[in-house]
T-cell receptor
Framework: GENVEQHPSTLSVQEGDSAVIKCTYS??????FPWYKQELGKGPQLIID?????GEKKDQRIAVTLNKTAKHFSLHITETQPEDSAVYFC???????????FGKGTRLSVIA | DADVTQTPRNRITKTGKRIMLECSQT?????MYWYRQDPGLGLRLIYY???????NKGEISDGYSVSRQAQAKFSLSLESAIPNQTALYFC?????????????FGAGSRLTVL
């Protein structure tokens, strides 16, 4: 089955700097790659997703890139703010009828 | 009210006890899931259900069972709890949309087994 590796496990950045979180997946047939943000005491929430027919997607300060050949995708957060501090999870799924497989998460701390 | 409600939010129990975690949703979604979160291990799938008559095992189903009582309700049971089942449990739902499962998570149920 699918296996998703996520790095780094922890990341500290200064406010205003950029943050990058990287994930690799094992099944080349996977075609959907979402990112979830988990704030303290809450459940994860979808922040951005990308499908395999697209190489990059942006939404304000966040962007996701996908390299199908290398089987990796990344989350980019620019101009980080203290409210970006959270745990971020990447995930992958083979089709709409298979559950998401999550990475182990990255704890992002934005230092004011 | 929350779209996905989990009860209880916190529970402390003893080894060998039977525990039920309940989940209800007002999203109208067909699909429901139970995930377990442990520090450093991310979110791991326990069971999932794509409709009322469908139950599937996930990555770590041993020691757990589920019941889909209605479209809106999905409960997780630990028949005889053990300490390594201490974790944060999340229920999630998604709509049946081809190509993507966009999950809506509950706030979580923290279970401690002594």
């Amino acid at each position: 089955g699918e296996n998703v590796e996520q790095h780094p496990s922890t990341l500290s950045v200064q406010e205003g700097d950029s943050a990058v979180i990287k994930c690799t997946y094992s099944d080349s047939a996977s075609n959907y790659f979402p990112w979830y943000k988990q704030e303290l005491g809450k459940g994860p929430q979808l922040i951005i997703d990308i499908r395999s027919n697209v190489g990059e997607k942006k939404d304000q300060r966040i962007a996701v890139t996908l390299n199908k050949t290398a089987k990796h995708f990344s989350l980019h957060i620019t101009e980080t703010q203290p409210e970006d501090s959270a745990v971020y999870f990447c995930a992958a799924s083979l089709t709409g009828n298979t559950p998401l497989v999550f990475g182990k998460g990255t704890r992002l701390s934005v230092i004011a | 009210d929350a779209d996905v409600t989990q009860t209880p939010r916190n529970r402390i129990t003893k080894t060998g006890k039977r525990i039920m975690l309940e989940c209800s949703q007002t999203k109208g979604h067909d699909r429901m899931y139970w995930y377990r979160q442990d520090p450093g291990l991310g979110l791991r799938l326990i069971y999932y259900s794509f409709d009322v008559k469908d139950i599937n095992k996930g990555e770590i189903s041993d020691g757990y069972s589920v019941s889909r009582q209605a479209q809106a309700k999905f409960s997780l049971s630990l028949e005889s709890a053990i300490p390594n089942q201490t974790a944060l449990y999340f229920c999630a739902t998604s709509a049946n949309r081809a190509g993507a499962n966009v999950l809506t998570f509950g706030a979580g149920s923290r279970l401690t087994v002594l």
